[in-house]
Structures are given as C-alpha cells and as structure tokens.
C-alpha cells in the first residue's frame, strides 16, 4: 500500500528521536492509518497520542517533533487531543512505574531486616537506575536520602545539603505531617518546585508512606518526575484554543469569556461588532495573502486607536470591540472610520478599508454575553443595508421584529416538508370580464406569496419551493401564471425545471404564463429566451417602469407584464399612467392588480387580477 509523504516525514522523525525494533516501513504503514485516524476529530486524536507512549515512542523530542510535522495538516485541537493522550499516557505510565519503584523500596526495607546486605544493594541499584526523582524524608520531613535524578532535576551538579528550595521542603514537610494526620498513605499532586536558579520546574509528585513490618509509618518517600515540558506544552495548545492565529487578538471563545467577567463587574460597557467592508474585493483582486494582511493591519489599527479596550476577531472579516463605559458612539464610529483609511500598501496597491459597525450598550451582571453579542451582531447587519461605511445603535423592537422574521424563516424548511406551505389560485380577467387564466401564489399561514418567496431566497429554497409551485398549477390543467422569485427567475436550471414539469403533467407550454421577476434581469435575460423558444408565454413581474425594465422588454419577446403595486404620489401615478399605452403599443399585455378594478381599467390595463 502507498504511503502519503507526511507517514513518511513523521516515521523518520520518530525513528531519530526513539530507539524502537519496528522496521521503518512497519511504521510508516501504521503512521498513514493514525493520521487517518486523525482526521476522524479530537477524541480519535487522543487514542493516537496513547498508542506513542505504549510503542515507546517517547523520546525527549518524540512529542515536539510529532506536532511539528503534523501541525501544517491538522488544526490546533486535532494536535491539542494528540498531546493530551500522550501526556495522559506517560503519566499512567509514570504512575505504573513509580508504584512499581514504591514497592520495591518497601521490599528492600523490609529485606533489610532479614538480609541488609542484599536490601542495601537493591535499594542502591533502585536509586542509581531509576530516571525518576526519589527523596526519602523521615516522620518529620526531613530528606533523609534523594538520588541523582532529583539532584539534576533541581539543577545541582552534585547532592547539596539542602536539596529543596526552602519554601518547597516546609511545603513538603506539611503535606509528609498532614499524611500522617489524616491516615492517608498516598498523594498524588502536580508541584511547582523551584530549581537552583530560580527557575521553576512542574513535577508529578507522588508522596506515600513507608510502614514496617509491624504496620507503623517508618519514612515517607517522594516519587518526582519533571513534566515541564507537557505542562509548557498544554499551556501552549490552550492559548492556541484562545487565540486567533493570523492577528495574534482573543478569538470568539476567549473574547466571550471576557465579556463575560466584564458584564460581571456590574459595570456599563459597549460592544461594537465591526464587519471589514469588500474584503473580497482584495481577496479576488490581490489574492488571499493580501486580505490577510489586511485584516491583520485592521487588528494593529483597533488596537492603536482603542488601547484600553478590549480587540478580538471573532470571523472571517469580523472583529469586537469591548470599551468600558458608554462612550459617544458616533464619534467612535468616525474615530474608527479614520484609522482604517489611511491606505496600507500591499503589490504596490495603496488599500484602505471600511467597516461597518453594530454598537450595544450593556450592564450587568446577569446579561447573558452570547445575547449581546447576539444583538450586536443583529445591529450590525441592519447598519449594512444602508450600504458600505455604515453603523447603528441596537433598537430593541426593530431587533424583536428581526427575531421572530428570522425564527419565522429558519422554520421554512420543516414547514415545506410537512406540507405547510400550500399553492392558491386567483383569477385573471380581461376588462371585458372574461377569465383569461388563474394565478398561482403560495401561502404559509398567515404568510402571503411575496414574502413566502422573499423567505425562501433567503434560505436558498427557492427552487425547491418553485418547482413545487410550478408543478401543482401545471396538475390543474388550467391555463395558469406562475410568479417566480428573483432567484428562481435567474437560475440556470429553470428552462430544464420547466420542461421536466410540462413532460411529467402532460401540460402545454402555450398554457403556462411564467412570469420572471424583472428585478434578476438582466441574469434571467438567457432564462427569457429559452422559455419563449419552448412556447411557454413569458412576462416579467414587479413592473414599475425603470429604464432597464423598459430595456429588458425592447431587447425580449415579452408577452406580458404585471406592475408592481402603485405608489400613492400623485406624479408617480401619472407616470404610471403614460407607462401602460407605452407597454400596449409595444405589443405587451399590462396585468394589474389586485385593486380597484375601475381605477385599473383606468390606466388602460388589459387585465385584472382578482
């Protein structure tokens, strides 16, 4: 079986940092099934960090090097789960091991007794060879005996007088008192030593009572193994968790748990929610390389302008800014606004950026952080649908209305799928009175057909939810209009959709009127001609007059159009009404309606809709 480059680069990296009898290519082939494993997630990634302790893959570089090679292919967690599998592992290990040295200075002891030759000569032999720290302390915590390993772990050179720092041997000494105190033979701790020079060394401690043969405590043993480096090494992983790689700032993690302390204070803070402005423009024009930095200088840039606040990214193009207080958002706004714009120069383009902005006031405690995120976020994007450079103060009844129009579209799918959502047909006359066709419009409860469609565009529904339309006013066998939504109007797969429909109902294409929302053109221009071309009658609907609309029916075999609801202005009324002979002298039928059906035939329409 072929092996993939990274088994191979990360065999040869344990064969240099641990002795093992497996032939590189018995490794190499298990290495390419555990990065498999790896990409399963987290807890796959512990079993594989367990299976390198057990197959003694534990050399002093085993583990360093291991992320090194597998970090460019495996995100922080997947490496965080392997580290943490490894270090459980070496501590069982450790522990197995160091039960293992308790007993058998137990033994020698108690030899002692019956042969202090061959005790002594154990008991040197357990001391000498043995890679873990062993200390010896008497009933009161005094070291009584420690070995070399402790020594060098404490960075002495030889066996001091005093082997530990001495707020470490006090520390000690009442943890040896408190053991006897309490009855308890053995504790098991992670300490923080302090080495000969100051430094600090983490160790695994395990700390027990020796007993004689008649029961009664006699000494008390440590059992020490340096873990500095697994301990630097998780320290590492979680900062990871926390960070944002690409600009150094908290991510959405450590940003909310800091939103949180903040609310906690009981203390008014504002939260900005900051969306980088055509960020893809730079990505599609520059490359990727050049919208990282970006939003790296964006990062640089927040911090310089807002030093006491707290900066965090927590998307794509997405940052946070928590400011003590309830400063004046608008000159924050404009203070953010120009740091971004002095232009950064990135290929020889001098690029500057935008943001808009979504500011929330809060005070705590009590105020759940993920809510006013949340609504800072809600904030933001209403900001955006006034354009580019915008920002806005959080309205709580424009945010309760979002809420529940948002709750109302997220539902959609489970409604379409329990038949819910259900297809209406109203008529359409001549102004003679004559019926011409029915028009298909759907309704979801209390959810009439514009916003039923608006909905599923939204959710990129549309066609699903079209071709359902489409197929139930087809069944009726009835000459019938369709209304079909922005996106069903410019989707490249219509004219097959329609065609399928009209072959599997039977229907012809003379009897289906489709009508094309005129604000996807000219994207639906092609869909247009294609249906015409199929004998389907094609109109363009939400027809309010514009130039390009006005273009769309000169450059296109129209049959009809259906205009959008009238405005109440007196000029825009009148400009209706030069609009429609316009439209009849261009050979196309105007529909109008629903309303007044004498103001209609005012206008001069040739039909109503009911």
Same mark, same amino acid.
């Given at each position: 079986?072929?092996?993939?480059?990274?088994?191979?680069?990360?065999?040869?990296?344990?064969?240099?940092?641990?002795?093992?009898?497996?032939?590189?290519?018995?490794?190499?082939?298990?290495?390419?099934?555990?990065?498999?494993?790896?990409?399963?997630?987290?807890?796959?990634?512990?079993?594989?960090?367990?299976?390198?302790?057990? @197959?003694?893959?534990?050399?002093?570089?085993?583990?360093?090097?291991?992320?090194?090679?597998?970090?460019? @292919?495996?995100?922080?967690?997947?490496?965080?789960?392997?580290?943490?599998?490894?270090?459980?592992?070496?501590?069982?290990?450790l522990f197995a091991e160091q039960e293992k040295v308790k007993n058998a200075l137990l033994k020698a002891v108690e030899d002692a007794q019956r042969d202090l030759h061959d005790s002594e000569a154990r008991f040197a032999q357990v001391f000498a060879s043995t890679t873990v720290g062993i200390a010896i302390f008497d009933l009161h915590g005094a070291v009584v005996e420690a070995n070399d390993a402790l020594a060098q772990m404490l960075g002495h050179e030889e066996m001091p007088k005093e082997l530990f720092a001495e707020t470490d041997a006090a520390a000690l000494a009442a943890a040896c008192k408190r053991m006897l105190a309490s009855s308890v033979d053995t504790n098991r701790r992670e300490w923080q030593l302090t080495r000969n020079n100051g430094d600090t060394v983490w160790a695994n401690v395990v700390l027990s009572v020796l007993r004689g043969s008649d029961g009664l405590p006699k000494f008390h043993v440590a059992l020490i193994e340096d873990v500095t480096e697994q301990r630097m090494l998780q320290e590492w992983l979680r900062h990871q968790s926390l960070t944002d790689l690409l600009t150094g700032l908290p991510n959405r993690a450590s940003f909310t748990d800091k939103l949180e302390s903040a609310l906690a204070s009981g203390e008014p803070h504002t939260l900005g929610y900051l969306d980088v402005d055509s960020l893809t423009i730079v990505n599609d024009g520059l490359g990727y390389g050049a919208g990282d930095a970006v939003l790296t200088e964006v990062a640089r840039r927040l911090r310089v302008a807002l030093p006491d606040a707290v900066v965090a990214r927590v998307g794509g193009d997405e940052f946070v800014v928590l400011i003590k207080g309830s400063p004046d958002v608008a000159a924050l706004a404009a203070l953010i606004d120009e740091e971004l714009s002095e232009p950064v120069y990135l290929e020889g383009a001098g690029v500057a950026v935008s943001t808009s902005i979504g500011f929330v006031h809060a005070v705590g405690p009590g105020v759940d952080p993920t809510v006013v995120l949340r609504r800072a976020h809600s904030t933001l994007r209403r900001a955006e649908h006034g354009g580019k450079r915008q920002w806005g103060i959080y309205d709580h009844e424009a945010d309760v209305a979002d809420r529940a129009r948002f709750a109302r579209i997220a539902s959609m799918p489970g409604a379409f799928e329990n038949g819910e959502i259900s297809v209406e047909y109203s008529p359409v006359s001549w102004v003679s009175g004559r019926q011409a066709f029915l028009e298909a419009t759907l309704r979801w409860g209390v959810t009439r057909h514009a916003e039923v469609v608006a909905y599923a565009d939204a959710l990129g529904l549309a066609a699903r939810v079209g071709q359902m339309m489409l197929h139930d006013a087809c069944s009726r066998g009835e000459p019938v209009l369709v209304r079909l939504s922005k996106d069903q109007s410019r989707d490249p797969d219509l004219a097959t959709h329609v065609r399928a429909t009209l072959r599997a109902c039977a229907f012809p294409a003379s009897s289906l009127f489709l009508a094309l929302d005129v604000r996807s053109m000219p994207d639906g221009e092609e869909n247009l001609e294609v249906l015409h071309d199929m004998g389907v009658h094609v109109l363009l609907h939400e027809f309010g007059g514009g130039f390009a609309g006005l273009s769309t029916v000169d450059r296109n075999a129209i049959w009809g159009v259906r205009l959008a609801q009238p405005p109440s202005e007196r000029l825009a009324r009148q400009g209706l009404a030069l609009l429609v002979p316009l439209l009849r002298s261009a050979g196309v039928h105007v529909i109008g309606g629903p309303g007044d059906p004498d103001e209609l035939r005012a206008l001069g329409v040739d039909m109503v809709v009911s």
């Open positions: 079986m072929a092996t993939s480059s990274l088994a191979q680069r990360w065999a040869a990296v344990l064969i240099e940092s641990a002795y093992s009898p497996m032939s590189r290519r018995k490794l190499t082939q298990l290495l390419e099934e555990h990065a498999a494993r790896l990409r399963a997630g987290h807890d796959a990634a512990e079993g594989v960090g367990e299976w390198l302790v057990r @197959k003694r893959f534990t050399g002093p570089d085993s583990l360093r090097r291991t992320l090194e090679v597998l970090s460019a @292919k495996f995100p922080a967690e997947v490496l965080g789960g392997l580290a943490a599998g490894y270090v459980r592992a070496t501590r069982d290990q």
